[in-house]
């Protein structure tokens, strides 16, 4: 049962188990993941919460804006007034999803540490 998300520096999104997420206790530097078949490395790790703790209601669009979704739509935080059309910012519609690497890749990826 996935009950953490993973976000990276980088921006990606991974959905973890609580078990996965005691691994990284006291660890550095790459930890493999199994439900991700792969590693990933500690210092690129921005953070890890609990679902339930993960705001999806502020997000940032494509041109740098943070908006907020109230009501089901979205505004920006700067100007609550000003509603914005998630037709040119489709960004603000995605949910985090689990992403998986090749299993072929992360067995040549474990095979050279």
């Given at each position: 049962?996935?009950?953490?998300?993973?976000?990276?520096?980088?921006?990606?999104?991974?959905?973890?188990?609580?078990?996965?997420f005691q691994l990284f206790s006291g660890k550095t530097g790459l930890i493999y993941i199994p439900s991700l078949s792969g590693l990933i490395n500690i210092s690129s790790i921005?953070?890890?919460?609990?679902?339930?703790?993960?705001?999806?209601?502020?997000?940032?669009?494509?041109?740098?804006?943070?908006?907020?979704?109230?009501?089901?739509?979205?505004?920006?935080?700067?100007?609550?007034?000003?509603?914005?059309?998630?037709?040119?910012?489709?960004?603000?519609?995605?949910?985090?999803?689990?992403?998986?690497?090749?299993?072929?890749?992360?067995?040549?990826?474990?095979?050279?540490?």
């Amino acid at each position: 049962m996935n009950e953490f998300e993973l976000k990276m520096m980088g921006g990606d999104k991974f959905l973890i188990s609580k078990n996965e997420f005691q691994l990284f206790s006291g660890k550095t530097g790459l930890i493999y993941i199994p439900s991700l078949s792969g590693l990933i490395n500690i210092s690129s790790i921005s953070h890890i919460l609990p679902i339930g703790m993960v705001n999806n209601n502020r997000k940032q669009n494509s041109d740098g804006q943070w908006c907020i979704q109230k009501f089901g739509q979205w505004y920006l935080e700067g100007d609550p007034d000003i509603r914005v059309n998630t037709n040119y910012y489709p960004e603000l519609l995605e949910q985090p999803e689990k992403k998986e690497l090749p299993s072929e890749f992360a067995k040549q990826l474990s095979k050279t540490i």
